[in-house]
């Protein structure tokens, strides 16, 4: 089975603090997303990558940037955390053979900004 | 641009009765893919189904069917004889056409449906 891991379940930040979320995939996965999740908006796709490198904006990228050195680790990272970037993210992975493009999910890292 | 839309932000069914989630869309592409997740309390995105826009037969998986209506755009998920373990959110999503380079698999998706199953 595929594995999407993501480093924390539930952290809680200040305002200003740099904050990192890591993502690792152990299917040699060519595709990794971040989304986020909120009430009422559902999942906004933030970053993609389709290459270590490589990366690409998605629907909501201000305040966040992201990492990919390795092709089966991801990270977003908040460079100075703010009270609305509040919010369940997301990482999920895809093969990148085309197929039906069918993500892979982690479990959810819920982050809490003070 | 793509856009799903979910209009039933919660529904409440009585256990072992059938349920259909709305699901309707908006693209320019006439290749595409739609999907269906299910997101428990725990928080992990469960994959449910998968039709391709060229698909002519409805999706199906056990319990789960795909009432997928090309010309009406729309693509409901229908759960038979639901069960408490049921009780979720339930996002529709879609793809855009396989043929672009880069991304084509990322997805957009609804804002969901939080569907609560009644002992």
């Known amino acids: 089975d595929v594995k999407v891991t993501q480093s924390s379940r539930y952290l809680v930040k200040r305002t200003g603090e740099k904050v990192f979320l890591e993502c690792v995939q152990d299917?040699?996965?060519?595709?990794m997303f971040w989304y986020r999740q909120d009430p009422g908006l559902g999942l906004r796709l933030i970053y993609f990558?389709?290459?270590?490198?490589?990366?690409e904006k998605g629907d909501i990228p201000e305040g966040y940037s992201v990492s990919r050195e390795k092709k089966e680790r991801f990270s977003l990272i908040l460079e100075s955390a703010s009270t609305n970037q509040t919010s369940m993210y997301l990482c999920?992975?895809?093969?990148?053979?085309?197929?039906?493009?069918?993500?892979?999910f982690g479990e959810g890292s819920r982050l809490t900004v003070l | 641009a793509q856009k799903i839309t979910q209009t039933q932000p919660g529904m409440f069914v009585q256990e072992k009765e059938a349920v259909t989630l709305d699901c309707t869309y908006d693209?320019?592409?006439?290749?595409?893919?739609l999907f269906w997740y299910k997101q428990p309390s725990s928080g992990e995105m469960i994959f449910l189904i998968y039709?391709?826009?060229?698909?002519?037969q409805n999706a199906t998986e056990g319990r789960y069917s795909l009432n997928f209506q090309k010309a009406r755009k729309s693509a409901n998920l229908v759960i038979s004889a639901s069960q408490l373990g049921d009780s979720a959110m339930y996002f529709c999503?879609?793809?855009?056409?396989?043929?672009?380079?880069?991304?084509?698999?990322?997805?957009?998706f609804g804002t969901g449906t939080r569907l609560t199953i009644i002992p």
């Open positions: 039709q391709g826009s060229y698909d002519e």
């Open positions: 299917m040699d996965h060519e595709n």
């Open positions: 999503a879609m793809r855009p056409p396989l043929l672009l380079l880069f991304g084509n698999e990322k997805l957009t």
């Open positions: 990558s389709y290459d270590v490198k490589m990366k």
């Open positions: 693209t320019s592409d006439q290749s595409y893919g």
């Open positions: 999920a992975s895809t093969p990148g053979t085309g197929m039906s493009g069918e993500l892979f």
